[in-house]
């Protein structure tokens, strides 16, 4: 990975400029020399793994990238790309070489990243180092047989983390195939289930629209098909990375998986979101609410962004199904999307009402008994 002799003349020219420029070389000039050194001792070990990890079978191709000071100080690189017919043992030992190259006293305070790269453009990104063989084996073997399961290339993270084992997972699609993961996540969802999982890290899937921690019941993700149905997917990873104030949102719906505080039970939200309020929408609104009013426990939100000349002017039509252990908002807005709901034939199940459930912490009910 680049010419290292040449790098090694690039930096004596600079240590000549910095005494040209009028700075001590015996001062600043040993110092930049020092850094520069501290460079080729990095790159001189990312050289070495990465021609060590190009022999070893399953690995077609491997590089490394490194950069002594970007935006969030130094960062290293490891990628490779594996054959199609590479085993999990074959990536694991790729994996622990680089993991162990990482360790080292030159490359561990680095942001480092070790990814792999198969030929549906599906990757596994780790940037997480404290993951014993075994664990990191069985992620790769479960990012492969999810990925198989699907039939679409399937993409996930590891990301250090506070809680056991130390780090956490977020699946999502990769390159472009954002429609085609959601698709394929709700027809093959049972296969998907059936995937033996044995890691205890906390994950996140992120497909097109809809989030969960974890793997969801199978009826949140017939839920997410049967409204998908009615109103299309509003897919937040297509938003501009830094939108600007005149970004105009698309309409459409997200849905989510998760607990909204750590005392809550877990249960769906969903949301539609709408650029204006238009009386030709609220049938689909209607028969969105009517599939989600069927699920407990379950959000539902429809908001409409204020028009121009009104920033305060938004609306929001709220229910909850399940019971509410603390206080309900509701506004006239919310009644109306519950009464709409009624004259469809659609009743909200036993302790679900108009607008939203601000639930109480345990013990602020406690301290109140």
């Given at each position: ?34 850094f520069v050194q501290e460079d080729f001792a990095k790159k001189d070990a990312l ?196 939108p600007p104030a005149d970004y105009v949102y698309p309409s459409g719906f997200m ?20 650029r204006e309020y238009r009386a030709s929408d609220w049938p689909d609104v209607v ?83």
């Open positions: 990975m680049g010419d290292m002799r040449a790098i090694r003349m690039l930096a004596v020219a600079a240590v000549v400029m910095v005494s040209l420029s009028g700075c001590s070389l015996i001062g600043d000039g040993e110092r930049v020399w020092g050289t070495a793994v990465v021609e060590e990890i190009r022999t070893l079978d399953g690995v077609e191709e491997a590089n490394w990238r490194f950069l002594g000071a970007g935006p969030n100080g130094g960062e290293a690189d490891i990628t490779v790309v594996a054959d199609d017919d590479a085993t999990v043992p074959q990536l694991l030992a790729a994996a622990e070489l680089a993991n162990e190259t990482f360790a080292g006293e030159d490359l561990e305070p680095l942001m480092r990243l070790f990814m792999i790269t198969d030929a549906n453009g599906a990757t596994l990104s780790q940037r997480a180092f404290g993951i014993g063989g075994e664990q990191l084996a069985d992620e790769i073997g479960y990012w492969r047989a999810a990925g198989d399961s699907l039939g679409v290339g399937l993409s996930v993270t590891l990301t250090d983390a506070a809680e056991e084992p130390g780090y956490s997972r977020e699946f999502t699609h990769s390159g472009d195939a954002a429609d085609a993961l959601l698709t394929a996540f709700v027809t093959n969802y049972d296969r998907l289930l059936a995937v033996s999982d044995d890691s205890t890290a906390s994950s996140m899937w992120m497909v097109s629209g809809f989030m969960a921690r974890g793997l969801p019941p199978a009826e949140v993700v017939t839920l997410l098909d049967d409204i998908r149905q009615v109103v299309p997917i509003r897919d937040p990873s297509r938003f501009p990375e830094n849905m989510g998986w998760a607990t909204r505080a750590p005392w809550d039970p877990e249960g769906i939200s969903v949301m539609i979101g709408q028969a969105a609410a009517a599939l989600a009013a069927a699920v407990s426990p379950l959000e539902f939100m429809y908001q409409v962004a204020p028009p121009a000349d009104d920033p305060t002017g938004h609306r929001m039509f709220r229910f909850f199904t399940g019971a509410c252990n603390g206080a309900v908002e509701a506004g006239k807005d919310d009644h109306a999307l519950v009464a709409a709901l009624a004259d469809v034939g659609t009743v909200l199940p036993e302790g679900g009402g108009a607008g939203m459930c601000m639930r109480t912490p345990p013990e602020q009910t406690e301290q109140s008994e």
